[in-house]
């Protein structure tokens, strides 16, 4: 981190935002370049500004705090701003990342400061991974995300429909007949997604809440028509046959 640490504070509540600015506003290496009230107005400020270092908080609407940073290639340094119990905090503390207790008291950020110098020297921000092991939280995503020049779109799980490959591309298939490109694979976007999205072939993904009917189809496929405006028709392949009897009781 450079010796003036560029700072977002991201928190739903506040009057905690407006404590914390007023704490570090006496210590001349917090240069505060802007806030934001939950982790979908976070993420986009860090993609936009790269900030050095975030005050986060973790439980928010729309995107909690361990959700935003999953979707960050780079995350900045982050001190957590958290009343999670002592358990989490011991997990905290043993995987060298910060946290403060709300509401923040001068002398426990001080302490945090300290701290802040010397993982300035650090090569690498610390290990986000790690640290959701260590609490055993899983993070249960209701949105994916999906970037239109320098915005960055979220697009709610229950909206989507189907997820199809074409080319060296994939995109998300919404129940109002738009569709949206993602940077995701199929394959990763199968580890990532809830029990209701299901792989029929190699090139798509379904909604199992937006199916229409399901029909059967040549040499033991099955074709789904989907609830979509389209009314859009989506044949599984051959060798996923036996695991959707299974999965959906067919």
Known sequence: MSANWKTIIIDDEELARQRLKRLLKVYD????IDEAENGAEGLQL?????????FLDIEMPVL???EMLARLAQPPRVVFTTAY???????FEEGSIDYLLKPVEKERLEKTIKKLHQFSAAPAPLPLQEL????????????????????????????IVYIEAEDKY????????KKHLTEYTLSALEEKLPEQFIRIHRGAIINTDHIKEIRKG?????????????????????????????????
């Open 29 to 32: 290496e917090f240069d505060i």
């Open 46 to 54: 860090i993609t936009r500004l790269k900030p050095d270092l975030v």
């Open 64 to 66: 909690n705090g361990f």
């Open 85 to 91: 119990d002592q358990y989490a905090i011991k997990a």
């Open 132 to 159: 959701m092991r260590q609490l055993q939280i899983k993070t249960v995503s209701k949105t994916l995300t999906v970037k239109i020049g320098d915005k960055i779109l979220l697009i709610k799980l229950a909206d």
């Open 170 to 177: 994939v995109f998300l298939h919404t129940a109002d007949g």
């Open 218 to 250: 040549f040499n033991g496929a099955f074709v789904f028509v989907m609830s979509n405006t389209a009314g859009s028709r989506i044949s599984s392949g051959r060798s996923y046959g036996e695991d959707l009897k299974t999965r959906l009781g067919l």
